[in-house]
């Protein structure tokens, strides 16, 4: 079992930026495969960005303005996201699946956070 917690979310203006940082805890980090999703409300989740071993993947909408990292002696992975924009606005998990490879959608991930809200004023 994995388990995680999100932390970093709040309310920013358009144009600012936040730090989310997922917390796990359960098994081997290092090797595992671990994304960013987001949920605004009353549309299906979508994926944001993923990071196994040295790789990063990115959704065209945050390219450039997002970036996640892991740093595997805490088991925390971070998205840094800069530049946030009001549609950025969303509930965003966190998601890990105990094999190294890039995952981007929701059915190929094994354990999700509870979710943490980023709302972004215009």
């Known amino acids: 079992q994995v388990q995680l917690v999100e932390s970093g979310g709040g309310l920013v203006q358009a144009g600012g930026s936040l730090r989310l940082a997922c917390a796990a805890s359960?098994?081997?980090?290092?090797?595992?495969?671990m994304g960013w999703f987001r949920q605004a409300q009353g549309k299906e989740r979508e994926f944001v960005a993923a990071?196994?071993?040295?790789?990063?993947y990115y959704a065209d909408s945050v390219k450039g303005r997002f970036t996640i990292s892991r740093d595997n002696a805490k088991t925390t992975v971070y998205l840094q996201m800069n530049s946030l924009k009001p549609e950025d606005t969303a509930v965003y998990y966190c998601a890990a699946r105990g094999f190294s490879y890039i995952y981007r959608t929701v059915s190929e991930y094994d354990y999700w956070g509870q979710g943490t809200q980023v709302t972004v004023s215009s």
């Open positions: 990071t196994s071993g040295s790789s990063t």
């Open positions: 359960g098994r081997t980090f290092s090797g595992s495969a």
